[in-house]
Each structure stands twice: as structure tokens, then as C-alpha cells.
């Protein structure tokens, strides 16, 4: 964010990964706490040793969701759905209105010129008072209205678990065609029966902004709220949109109208203590542990904070010597009050944040994290934003983010810690929701025809429509980003097993195109619980590297071959059936190494990644079902 209203206040004084299980906020050694989820009405029947799903496939598809990052820390099944928490991410429609100049990368600047960087003095390189990311984002450094962007942004924060996205429109302009383009692709995938974040807003700027409060809310109001288009798009409480304001200022300016359609809660700056007004929220909290706010039962929760006012003090080479320790970075030891440069990758201090809500779970009701994708910062002058100290002359800062230990997004990167901060979040979602109640979903039994109905099978559903080709501007607008990876729209798996075979049909949206020179044609990769030997990512299997035929064939069961690397071999032949929009592959237990009656497998399906043995592919290309590096779960039929 963009805080020249900082000026407009008054100044106030200002996570440690648990291992699997832990929910002490001391903890330090940076492993989430263990997943599992409760079990809600529609899911109590006891089959053996595991639960009944939900007769819901969607509630099937999110609770069966199961993870482990390149760290080594795993979720499990959940059941979130129906849960009486809430969680919100504070997200950013800004990019690509403030690029015109080009693209600047503090983290590529400060390896290759550095002086440029620091510089107050004009240049080119690295200019005064423009915009510059802290690093790149996976998917390139993309405008807020490119629609391929928006669709995959809404499936994983859908698959998370998060409630509502909570627009950063502090920054005087309301962004109307980003925010537009935002409300569209969530009326979109609404339609398609997808339950995707809901959105509210936060506009609150300064007393003295231009255009002030009262305008930029009456023009959003007028633009967006009213429109019945989006009705169903807002995030509401008793039964009203939420939105924030500066209520002090703004909130006696409003029309009637607008007093009485939206539900208000005042916006807390991070630096400012709780009003006396009934219903506060704040993005982010200086104080630790966070405050809750008792009306709402509201709480954040932030990946890092900027206490110094400037995350560049701790990386500006004129001030990160005495100043390294003024900010909490991703890597912040909240028990040695001290980063750990280290620890940026694991998000200790996100983790600890976390773990302050799962302790007061009783009190909170609400829980705001911040953020996904906020990815730049102006370059300004002085070493503190607006915070002149005698030294400053000649000087420069980025306020709210600086790099990748001093930042806050959680969404994926390139490089560093790549989708670390997605799955962490993703599992603490869970676990908030769930109360890290332990649960496993039954599979189902049967022997089905390839050809036949798969009736009473495991449903998994995937984001119908993200197997789209990508064909849209730069933020700066001076390069095009281009993928037409997209070849089958995968929309639907069921899997089931007998004694001696697992069964699993992929329907797709349209009819399956194969390429037969290629070996990314509906692949399925499978990780088997308990089996030995060597793994990538997890995986011990895949199928259907050589392309099955039409009709009824066979496909070939590859095995692993090397440890750590995209290398599988050898080989079991399974039964297959390919016609019209379904793949169906009839795989023998014995060649997965599965010789118990209870098994557990988790799988993905992909198709068109371009290179298959680079994890991040599975959140870019093709379509991967489920995205990125989440699978589905599935449990042995009983």
C-alpha cells in the first residue's frame, strides 16, 4: 500500500512454524500444526476405520484435499465446510496502473546494480518515486485484470478455504476495471457451481485524501454494490455487505441509502490502537500477540510487518547494519525478538501469527490475512517513509515491501520460497476451521465396467474453465505473456476399488485430445501410502505417459526410478478405456505395491505441462487437477 495518508494520523507506538500437531505460539521449529478436520452431520457414519464423506461433491473435493510442501510439511483431510469461521485475504487489484514506466525488481536490482537501487539521484535504472516489485511472481509480473491470472488466483484460494477477498482500494483510486474484472470472474465461476471468495472492500484512506473517503465510497457503491449483477459476489455480515471505512471521517458524509445497504466496521491502521466505534478490523497488527476484536470476534494475521514503517531499513545497505531487527520479516523469531534470515522460507513469523488464533479459537470468529499479492512498493525518499531522521539526505525507501524476507505475499513466486507460504496458509485454514480435528473418507467399493456408470464412486471436482490459453499484456504493457498449454478441460474424477483393482475415470469438458508425440497426455501420478523406494515429489507412480488408444486398450503403470527426480520406468500394463470426454484406467493393487485391504493413495491428474519434472508447471500449464502441488485423497473402499 501506498501510505502517503500516514501523514493524515497520528504516529502511535508501533511465526514460529510449529512442528505437526503443536500449537504453542513459542514454537520455532517451523513445521505447520498437523492437519485433520472435525466431522460435521452429513459425514458421522462410522465405516471401519474411516468416515463417510459428504454426499456433496464439492465438500467431497475440498475436504479430500491434502498437501506436502517442498519442506516437507503435510496436511491431511479436513472437513471446513460448514464451519462457523471465517477467513479473509487482503488482496490487490493494483497491477498494471502503476507500471507505465517499466518493470523494476529490487531483488534483480540490488544482484546487478545496486548503486542505481539506493540512489536518490535521477536515473533510469531504477527511478525515484516509481513502483518497483519485490521480487517476480510465478506468473510473471501480471496485470489485475488479466482473466487467466484471475481464474487460477480464485481456484486456489478456493481450494484453501478462504471466505472473502478484501479489496486494498486505500490508495485513492478505486481501480474500476481491475475490480470489474475481478466481480465478473467470481459471478463465473459462481455459475459454474464453484462457491469461490466472496469480496469486500476497504476504502479507507486519509482526512485530508483527494478525492476523499465519502467520493471514492459513494463511487463504488454507485458502480459496483448497486449493480445486481454482483449481488451475489459480496462477503456480508447479518446479511449486509461488509466494507471498511475511515469512520471518523467518512461514515456521516454517506447518503442514507448507503448508511443502510452495507455493513461498516472501522479500519484500524497497524500503527493505531481500537476506536471506541463498535466493529473495528486492521489488516495487520503491530502488536503481538494480535489483539482480537471482541465484536466481531475479528483477528489478523500477517506474514510480516513493517514496524520501522520502511521494510527497507533492514535491507538498505545505509541502514540495515543498526536496522536489520526494526521490522519483522517472514523469518522473525518471536522468542529472540531477532530475524533469522534462515527462516524466511519456513514463514516463522506467519506461522506464529497463526498460531495466536488457534489459541484464542474460543474468542475469534474472523481471521484476515494479509497478503496475497500486494508485490510492490514505491521507491520514496528518506530511509522512513515520511519519518525524516538527520541522516536521510540522499536516501531511499520502500515502505511496505522490499524483498523476499521483508515482504508480505503469500501468493507463489518465482524461485526463494516458491509456493511455501500458499500451503502453509492453506493448512492453517484447516486448522482453524476444523479445530485440527483428525478425520479419514472412506472410498467406495465396486468392480464398475470401463464403459460403465462408476455409481457410488469418490467424487473429486476440478475448476471447470482454467484450462484456458493466456494471451494478455504485461503490467507495463511492453510485453505480452502468452501459454497455450491448454488442451483438456478436466472437470470431473471418480475413483473406486475391489479386492484386487483401483479404478479411476477422468471426464473432461469436451471431448479428450490426445497428442501422441507427447507423453503429457492425461497423466496420473500416484503417491501410495507405506510404499518404499524412490519418489518424486511424492510420487511413486504414474500412468499414461504413453498415450492410451481409443476405445478399449491398455495404458502403461510407470515406477519411479530415481530419487528426488521426474524419472519413471518400467512398467505394468492396465486395462484403459478412452472415448468421447472420458479417460478410465483399471490399475492392479499388487503393481502399486498395495497388499492390505486399507490403503491410502493420493493423486493428481494433469495434462499438457510443458515440463513435467518442474513442480511449479502444475500451477502454470495444461490443467492439473487438483492445481499446483495439492492431490486428491483416497481412502480403500470398505
Known amino acids: 500500500m501506498k501510505k502517503e495518508k500516514i ?3 497520528v504516529m502511535a507506538a508501533s511465526l514460529l512454524l510449529s512442528t505437526a500437531g503443536c500449537g504453542g505460539s513459542g514454537g520455532e521449529s517451523g513445521g505447520g500444526s498437523g492437519g ?10 462410522d465405516r471401519g476405520n474411516y468416515t463417510a464423506p459428504s454426499d456433496d461433491a464439492y465438500a467431497q473435493t475440498i475436504n479430500s484435499l491434502v498437501a506436502t510442501d517442498a519442506l516437507g510439511r503435510s496436511f491431511e483431510e479436513s472437513a471446513i465446510n460448514g464451519s462457523d469461521k471465517n477467513v479473509g485475504m487482503f488482496y490487490f487489484v493494483w497491477h498494471g496502473e502503476h507500471s507505465e514506466s517499466g ?4 531483488t534483480k536490482l540490488d544482484k546487478t546494480d545496486p548503486d542505481s537501487l539506493w540512489s536518490a539521484e535521477p536515473n533510469t535504472v531504477s527511478p525515484l518515486n516509481a513502483a518497483h516489485y519485490w521480487g517476480e511472481p510465478l506468473y510473471g509480473y501480471y496485470a489485475s485484470d488479466d482473466p487467466w491470472v484471475l481464474e487460477r488466483h480464485l481456484e486456489l484460494l478456493t481450494m484453501s478455504g478462504v ?4 479489496l486494498d482500494l486505500t490508495n485513492i483510486s478505486i481501480y474500476e476495471k481491475n475490480v470489474r474484472a475481478l466481480l465478473d470472474k467470481v459471478v463465473e465461476i459462481q455459475a459454474k ?3 469461490p471468495p466472496r469480496i469486500c472492500a476497504l476504502l479507507s484512506g486519509a482526512e485530508n485524501d483527494s478525492p476523499d473517503d465519502v467520493g471514492r465510497i459513494t463511487e463504488f457503491y454507485e458502480k459496483f454494490y448497486k449493480n445486481e449483477k454482483y449481488n451475489d459476489v459480496w462477503y456480508k455480515v447479518d446479511g449486509k455487505p461488509l466494507i471498511g471505512v475511515g469512520m471518523k471521517w467518512a461514515y456521516d458524509g454517506l447518503s442514507d441509502e448507503i448508511k443502510n445497504s452495507l455493513h461498516f466496521r472501522n479500519i484500524v491502521w497497524p500503527f493505531q490502537t481500537p476506536s471506541s466505534y463498535p466493529n473495528d478490523m486492521s489488516w495487520m ?5 494480535q489483539r482480537v476484536y471482541d465484536m466481531d470476534g475479528f483477528m489478523s494475521v500477517s506474514v510480516a510487518q513493517h514496524n520501522s514503517y520502511a521494510f527497507s531499513k533492514s535491507v538498505n545497505p545505509d541502514t540495515a547494519d543498526v536496522s536489520y531487527n526494526e521490522n519483522r520479516g517472514r523469518g522473525w523469531s518471536y522468542t529472540s525478538e531477532k530475524n533469522i534470515a534462515a527462516n524466511a522460507v519456513r514463514g516463522t513469523n506467519l506461522q506464529t ?15 484476515m490475512v494479509t497478503g496475497w499479492n500486494e508485490w510492490i512498493a514505491f521507491k520514496l525518499p528518506g530511509t522512513s517513509y515520511k519519518r525524516y531522521e538527520d541522516n536521510d539526505l540522499g536516501k531511499v525507501c520502500f515502505v511496505d515491501a522490499c524483498n523476499m524476507e521483508f515482504s508480505r505475499d503469500l501468493e507463489m513466486m518465482k524461485g526463494g520460497y516458491a509456493d511455501n507460504f500458499f500451503l502453509q496458509n492453506m493448512q492453517n485454514v484447516r486448522d482453524f476451521k476444523s479445530n485440527k480435528a483428525k478425520v479419514a473418507y472412506a472410498g467406495a467399493k465396486g468392480s464398475p465396467e470401463l464403459n460403465g456408470n462408476f455409481a457410488g464412486a469418490r467424487v473429486y471436482l476440478d475448476f471447470e474453465g482454467d484450462a484456458i490459453a493466456r494471451n494478455f499484456r504485461r503490467a507495463d504493457g511492453r510485453e505480452t505473456y502468452v501459454n497455450e498449454t491448454n488442451r483438456n478441460d478436466i472437470i470431473k474424477t471418480e475413483v473406486v476399488n475391489d479386492d484386487k483393482n483401483l479404478y479411476i475415470k477422468v471426464t473432461t469438458k469436451d471431448e479428450i485430445v490426445i497428442d501422441e508425440e507427447k507423453t503429457n497426455n492425461m497423466n496420473i501420478l500416484l503417491s ?8 518424486w515429489n511424492g510420487y511413486n507412480f504414474i500412468v499414461n505417459r504413453i498415450p492410451a488408444g481409443k476405445g478399449f486398450g491398455t495404458t502403461k503403470l510407470e515406477k519411479a526410478t530415481e530419487n528426488g527426480r521426474f524419472s519413471f520406468g518400467g512398467g505394468t500394463d492396465c486395462d484403459s478405456y478412452l472415448a468421447g470426454n472420458v479417460f478410465v484406467v483399471k490399475i492392479p493393487l499388487a503393481s502399486l505395491g498395495i497388499t492390505s485391504s486399507e490403503f491410502t493413495v493420493d493423486f493428481k491428474v494433469a495434462d499438457g505441462i510443458s515440463d513435467q519434472g518442474n513442480i511449479d508447471n502444475y500451477y502454470i500449464d495444461g490443467d492439473s487437477a487438483p492445481i499446483g502441488r495439492l492431490n486428491y485423497r483416497y481412502n480403500s473402499g470398505v
Open 285 to 289: 497488527d503491530w502488536e503481538y500477540p
Open 193 to 195: 457451481g464453484w462457491n
Open 528 to 535: 501410495v501410502k507405506g510404499v518404499s523406494g524412490a519418489n
Open 353 to 367: 501469527q497463526w498460531n495466536t488464533a488457534h489459541e484464542n479459537r474460543a474468542d475469534v470468529k474472523e481471521v
Open 36 to 45: 485433520g478436520a472435525s466431522t460435521s452431520a452429513d459425514e458421522s457414519a
Open 7 to 9: 501523514l493524515s494520523v
Open 163 to 166: 471466505d472473502y477477498l478484501a
Open 103 to 106: 518493470i523494476f525488481d529490487v
